[in-house]
């Protein structure tokens, strides 16, 4: 085998979570909005854990390839294990990429109203902050979709990839372009990765400095 897989890992920055320095906001429209992205980043509550997950997965199926690749011409029992183990490690990364769309779907939900908030707002320039924080949002939903997209689809040529080298009359030729064809997918996995933690820098900023102008008194900034 003479190409390696170069994995990128999916490190995620998540919304920040923001909390009150007193307790009660009242029903005012800036109120709403407050109340309505902190819910968003309670549903991504679970992203974090979960990309460390992913990390971990990502470092153990680029192992059991560099395995698979050094012992395939020396023990035929060993990579068929080595293979099974690798169709799992895909697997399980399957789940944990459903789970942390599931959680941004989720998140999605909560800010559903908002643009009724957000014209309620008599306040012109608050009102205008607080556009870019929701199109800012926006475009961190569309960039994540874009990420989920390719990343799903590199696990699917991962795969085919892990078919192809159970399949002793394979030819090497076929199996060097599937790996190519997979580097070409982790790079634009880790350019739509970039993408999501650049809007998610931009919103958790614009979200503050909304609060900020509201008056709306934070308590603390956590991760």
């Avoid at 994995?7 to 906001?25: E, F, N």
């Avoid at 800036?30 to 109340?35: K, L, Q, S, T």
């Avoid at 696990?155 to 002793?168: G, I, P, R, S, W």
């Amino acid at each position: 085998m003479q190409l390696q897989l170069i994995y990128r890992k999916l490190a995620l920055i998540t919304a920040l979570s923001v909390t009150l320095l007193s307790g009660c906001l009242g029903q005012k429209p800036e109120a709403n909005f407050y109340v309505a992205f902190e819910s968003a980043t309670k549903q991504e509550k679970t992203m974090f854990e979960d990309t460390k997950k992913l990390a971990a997965l990502e470092k153990n199926g680029q192992e059991l390839y560099t395995q698979i690749t050094i012992e395939g011409k020396e023990n035929n029992q060993v990579v068929k294990e080595k293979l099974d183990q690798a169709v799992t490690n895909i697997h399980d990364r399957k789940k944990i990429l459903e789970k942390e769309k599931t959680a941004l779907d989720n998140a999605q939900k909560e800010v559903k109203s908002v643009d009724n908030y957000i014209k309620k707002l008599e306040d012109k320039k608050l009102q205008e902050q607080a556009e870019k924080v929701q199109d800012m949002y926006r475009k961190r939903t569309d960039s994540f979709e874009k990420l989920y997209d390719s990343y799903k689809k590199s696990l699917q040529l991962e795969e085919e990839l892990y078919k192809m080298l159970q399949t002793k009359d394979e030819k090497l030729k076929s199996i060097n372009e599937k790996v190519k064809m997979l580097n070409q997918s982790y790079e634009q996995i880790l350019s739509n990765k970039d993408r999501f933690n650049t809007y998610t820098n931009e919103y958790n900023q614009k979200k503050l400095a909304f609060y900020k102008q509201a008056n709306i008194k934070i308590n603390e900034v956590q991760k």
